[in-house]
């Protein structure tokens, strides 16, 4: 399927590796220019490489925090007017709530709140007069089911998902749309560690662990990065102009609900 974005502009953040690569990597396919960002320089430079070369796209390394204003701004003189932006940063580390201080709890609110309602303040406007302007944030399904050691994570992502509930249809009668992506169990560098963990908190192996974390998952599987991509990608495509404002699980079925 033709997704329309041929030469269209896109900002993906926190995107040398994991979803966010993924969500890079299905938008060059689609024909997007790119700026991609990451901490880590090096990794970053071999990932707009990576890229370019696969597809044949314009991509920008742009190695910032996102969660800074200096980072943010590097990436807006990269790409002053995206017509696409794809929020996504690092979650607060697994962690006791009790053992969170307030240095803590306002660091985490601000990496997984208060960074993309800064990022979408500086490009709505912008898309709107323009009449083009696709807006996905990546959340995570502990916005609808917590997971124990991760409530600052899912508080802070949740304060997201309901501040821009209102602000994101707003937008709608100018062709702009903003959904979140909410990931399950997807096989990430993350994932990855958090199995390391509990194979040694259970005193059995990693492959074990993974076995019966997948066991828990209707499609019997962790999901990839490459079709949470592509899933990310659909949603910024012409053909996704009447969606906005949802919250899509991306978990195999992990969320045992009908609504």
Do not use: W
Not at 46 to 53: C, Q, V
Not at 146 to 170: I, K, N, W
Request: net charge negative; glycine share 12%.
């Amino acid at each position: 399927m033709d997704l329309g974005l041929t030469g269209r502009k896109a900002i993906v953040c926190a995107s040398s590796r994991g979803l966010g690569r993924g969500c890079a990597e299905a938008l060059a396919e689609a024909g997007c220019d790119l700026v991609v960002n990451g901490l880590d320089a090096d990794r970053l430079a071999r990932t707009a490489e990576e890229i370019g070369a696969r597809f044949g796209v314009s991509v920008t390394p742009v190695a910032a925090n996102v969660s800074t204003r200096e980072g943010q701004a590097a990436l807006f003189e990269a790409c002053p007017e995206p017509d696409i932006l794809v929020n996504n940063n690092g979650g607060p580390p697994r962690r006791d709530y009790r053992e969170l201080d307030r240095e803590a709890m306002i660091d985490g609110v601000i990496q997984n709140m208060i960074s993309p309602i800064e990022m979408i303040q500086q490009v709505a406007d912008g898309m709107a007069a323009r009449g083009f302007g696709r807006i996905v944030n990546i959340t995570s399904i502990t916005v609808r089911m917590p997971l124990e050691g991760l409530d600052l994570s899912s508080g802070a992502r949740a304060g997201l998902t309901a501040f821009l509930a209102g602000v994101g249809r707003t937008y709608a009668r100018n062709n702009v749309t903003v959904n979140n992506l909410l990931p399950g169990k997807m096989d990430t560098d993350r994932l990855r560690g958090g199995l390391e963990r509990a194979a040694e908190q259970a005193g059995t192996s990693v492959a074990a662990a993974r076995a019966r974390q997948e066991g828990e998952i209707p499609a019997g599987r962790f999901g990839t990065a490459e079709e949470f991509g592509r899933i990310c990608a659909f949603y910024c495509s012409a053909h996704a102009a009447y969606i906005t404002g949802q919250n899509v699980l991306v978990d195999g079925g992990l969320y045992p609900a009908a609504f």
